[in-house]
């Protein structure tokens, strides 16, 4: 959540680094796009793959690049320029950095608009529109929304500006105090939402939507997608995990702290999704109908249940305030090499960063009305950068963690970082790193290009 460059420049305890690092890891990626991505791949196919994705794949990559981090101890680029000459005698693995960071501003710039709509939601619930339970009055109020391109670019500047301010302060002990206030409780709205739903909406029917063999079949294109959830929700790739990992004391032992960032990150998604499908199933809600899923669902919970509105208001605005505290990790890293490499101050850094991100990020917005037109690849502006972020720069970036920690880092820099000895545990994640997890990435990615010329021949 923030970065410690005081005194030793190092988290106060393992603790601090947790929380910071589920902070990163708890957003839109679990309570919005986990349930739309389930419903767009049909369901119990997709979650079981997910949930391997997150501890086969997700877990060892977020080992590693927690692990370069503390090794570097730098900025993401200055940290991989430094451990690429210090194993392989040259500078080349700093593009790994450079990846990693333009991905992540690049995510940000629509993440952006989507935590807009949160804010705006919030803004909706305290008003309480007119929907009498019916679904299609729901989607029509958000289709409303969506086609006021002010209203979009006005709240994605807002949720910015406040991205911003958090940021040029100084990343300081108050997001923490923010984290270990707005996590436990976003997580009791939560489970209290879940209780709601389940009882009042088709509880049955999600939970095998969710957990049953439903009959899509598994292909290379649904691999991928489950691979880039895992990553997306998990924060790997962006670099991050190494600008938090830079600040981990070195006694901290890796990943058991990894561990519990995976776990609660998925207890959320897992919460989100028992919460959104008894919901749409009880309304006649089509799952797979995309990004706007979690924004028509949950209004019509709201609006039904007593004290909705309150509850309503605080569970968007938690919302947002979670997207807030992954929003500011998906800047921290440009930001940190801007003034450590370039020598601006904090505040023209940020400036700097966000204000390009807040161009992008109107495109987007405008992707949704004024230019919901422009179409081409995978669908609007939106659905592009959509795509092109988490399941193909998320991966690449992936792929490199992996075979940079794996093949080019010598067994003995890793394992002495990792401090989990040359055992079973280590060469287990060895493998991970040199085999399955580049081999698993490489392959679905192959094949699901190939299966999309396919179609398109
Ligand atoms: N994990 C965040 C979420 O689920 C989104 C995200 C993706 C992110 N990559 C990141 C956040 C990198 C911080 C850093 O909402």
Known sequence: MRQRRSNQGQWSSRLAFVLAATGSAIGLGSIWRFPFAVGEHGGGAFVALYLVAVFVIGFPLMIAEVMLGRRGRRNPISTMGMLSEEEAGHRGWSALGVLGIATGLLILSYYSVVAGW?????????????????????????????????????????????????????????????????????????????????????AARAVDYLFGASGAGIDAPLIVAAFAQAFFTLSIGVGALMAYGAYLPPDTRIPSATLTVVVTNVVVSLLAGLTIFPLAFRHGIDPGEGPGLVFNALPLAFEAMPGGRLFGTLFFLLLALAALGSAIALVEPAVAWAVERRGLTRPRAVLGVVGAVWVVGISIALSFNALSEVRFWRGTLFDNLEFLTSEVLLPLSAIGIALFSGWVMCRSSSSEELEIGVGSRFMLWRAAMRWWVPLALLGSGVAATLAWFGDRA
């Open 118 to 202: 949160t804010l705006a939601h919030a803004a909706r619930a305290a008003s309480a529109p007119e929907l009498g339970g019916s679904a299609d009055a729901a989607r029509a109020a958000f289709a409303a929304f969506q086609a006021d391109a002010l209203q979009l670019v006005l709240w994605h500047s807002v949720f910015l500006a406040a991205v911003a301010w958090v940021v040029a302060r100084g990343v300081e002990g108050g997001l923490e105090r923010m984290v270990t206030f707005t996590m436990p409780v976003l997580l009791l709205l939560l489970l209290v939402l879940v209780g709601w739903s389940m009882t009042h909406g088709d």
